[in-house]
C-alpha cells in the first residue's frame, strides 16, 4: 500500500522558518523523483520543488529560489522541504508527489500540509 504522508504544517509569522517532511512507504523511493506542490485557495496547484532520485537535480519554482531547499533521503524514505523567509503569499496547502523517473505516469499523492503565514 502507496503512502505519502506530510507534516511540519503550521501557523508562521512572516520571515520565520518551517520545515516539512514526507515519509514514503509502499513503492521503491530510491526510483522515483519527488517533488513538493502548493495549492493556495482558489488557485491552481503549482510545483514548489523537484529533487531527482539520486539528489543530483533540484528544481526550484522562481518565487521560492534562494529561501526553499528541498532534500532527500533514500536510506529513510523522506523528502524534506526547507523554507525560510516565508511570505503571507507562501501560504497553502502543500503536497508531497513521487513520480517514476522511468514511467512517468506513474506517481502518488500525499493528502497534504497546511501552511499560513500571517502575523
Known amino acids: 500500500q502507496v503512502q505519502l504522508v506530510e507534516s511540519g504544517g503550521a501557523l508562521v509569522q512572516p520571515g520565520g522558518s518551517l520545515r516539512l517532511s514526507c515519509a514514503a512507504s509502499?513503492?521503491?523511493?530510491?526510483?522515483?523523483?519527488m517533488s513538493w506542490y502548493r495549492q493556495a485557495s482558489g488557485k491552481q496547484r503549482e510545483l514548489v520543488a523537484r529533487?531527482?532520485?539520486?539528489?543530483?537535480?533540484?528544481n526550484y519554482a522562481d518565487s521560492v529560489k534562494g529561501r526553499f531547499t528541498i532534500s532527500r533521503d533514500n536510506a529513510k524514505n523522506t523528502v524534506s522541504l526547507q523554507m525560510n523567509s516565508l511570505k503571507p503569499e507562501d501560504s497553502a496547502v502543500y503536497y508531497c508527489?513521487?513520480?517514476?523517473?522511468?514511467?512517468?505516469?506513474?506517481?502518488?499523492w500525499g493528502q497534504g500540509t497546511q501552511v499560513t503565514v500571517s502575523s
Open positions: 509502499g513503492f521503491t523511493f530510491s526510483s522515483y523523483a
Open positions: 508527489n513521487a513520480r517514476n523517473a522511468r514511467y512517468p505516469y506513474q506517481q502518488y
Open positions: 529533487i531527482s532520485t539520486t539528489s543530483g537535480d533540484t
